[in-house]
């Protein structure tokens, strides 16, 4: 006979465990204020002449399939983010970029394999 001890919860992460955590700089904050106040996070694929790679990717507004994604509140702001993303144990961090003088959202802390 086997015995399950309750206080063993190592084998299944609780929601609070699974949950990303989620820092978004004060300048990205305006920016994505600004924009309507949500953002989508996923990996997106970056081909090339040799090669295509993973990429982190942060985009401003709702994802089209929200059944793929969970939603997390950051500092006023809803965050999608892919169910298939990896993240390092700190969490992501998002920032405001510059491409040429336009705004861009990065985000760090993704790991792709």
Excluded: Q, W
Aim: one cysteine or more.
């Amino acid at each position: 006979m086997s015995v399950i001890n309750p206080n063993n919860t190592h084998d299944v992460p609780s929601d609070s465990e699974k949950m990303i955590r989620v820092e978004i700089s004060e300048d990205a904050k305006s920016y994505i204020l600004g924009k309507g106040g949500v953002i989508t996070v996923m990996v997106g694929r970056a081909f090339g002449c040799t090669d295509n790679a993973s990429e982190p990717v942060v985009l401003v507004g709702k994802s089209r399939l929200p059944e793929s994604f969970d939603e997390v509140l950051a500092n006023g702001i809803k965050v999608y983010i892919f169910r298939g993303v990896v993240a390092e144990p700190n969490g992501i961090k998002i920032s405001l970029g510059n491409l040429r003088g336009v705004p861009t959202l990065k985000v760090e802390g993704i790991i792709t394999y």
